[in-house]
């Protein structure tokens, strides 16, 4: 029977440490950048700031919730040196559960500024990474990556469409005033010549009848 205790009490924190790993269900990323925050005054992340910050967690969960959050709900693992790590809440009712998402979000959105007070940090150096530090913000970037990559895919098959429709019809258009220009400048020419030819009646010119009877062809 003790053995059997013994053996569950040693599998507990492993049960935990699964619960908590990067990317498992229920598990948020959370970043502190203190000397960004406090420079000189900067304290040193250690056990008791871990303390405060799960204390800090399961007041959050028990404001929001109504029910009884203790330190040992917070489950954190993964801890860096520049101050990083992750964390998952678990039920009071069930240790070996998680808490949705939803709870968790909500729950950290509302008691954002007692958290960050508890830290002297605000909500870019205190950074709980995927949640909003408001409740409101979470509806609107919830477009699916897809529907983006295919406005995208509609976006420039039509700047193609439009592309082609613009330079065909500006093209069609040059060509119609290059013809214009030519007719024009045609005209111009034996114009011009008849002008010459006036002006220097009587004089014989040879090259310049040639020239004339080339741009009457
Ligand atoms: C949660 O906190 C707010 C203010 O911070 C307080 O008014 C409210 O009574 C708290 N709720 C619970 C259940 O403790």
């Known amino acids: ?42 304290y ?4 008791n700031e871990m303390f405060l910050f799960k204390a800090a967690m399961a007041y959050a969960m028990s404001n929001h919730t109504g029910k009884e959050y203790s330190v040992s709900n917070i489950n954190v693992c993964k801890e860096t040196l520049r101050v990083s790590f992750w964390f998952v809440v678990t039920s009071p009712d069930d240790p070996s559960t998680p808490v949705g998402k939803e709870l968790v979000e909500a729950a950290v959105s509302k008691s954002r500024h007692r958290i960050n007070s508890a830290f002297l940090l605000s909500d870019s150096t205190l950074e709980f990474v995927g949640i909003y530090p408001t409740l409101a913000a979470p509806v609107a970037p919830d477009t699916p990556p897809w529907l983006i990559a ?30 214009a220009e030519e007719k024009e ?19 014989y010119n040879t090259t310049f009848s040639d020239e004339d009877r080339f741009t009457e062809m």
């Open 1 to 42: 029977m003790l053995e059997r205790i013994v053996f569950v009490l040693c599998l507990l924190p492993v049960l935990s440490a699964e619960l908590c790993k990067p990317d498992a269900p229920g598990a948020y990323k959370v970043r502190l950048s203190i000397r960004t925050a406090l420079g000189d005054n900067a």
């Open 44 to 47: 040193n992340w250690n056990k």
């Open 150 to 179: 295919f406005g995208v895919v509609i976006g420039l098959v039509g700047a193609g469409i439009v592309f082609l429709l613009v330079s065909t019809v500006v093209e069609k258009k040059r060509r119609k005033k290059k013809k």
């Open 185 to 203: 400048e045609d005209e111009e020419a034996r114009v011009k010549t008849v002008e010459n030819g006036s002006t220097s009646d009587g004089i």
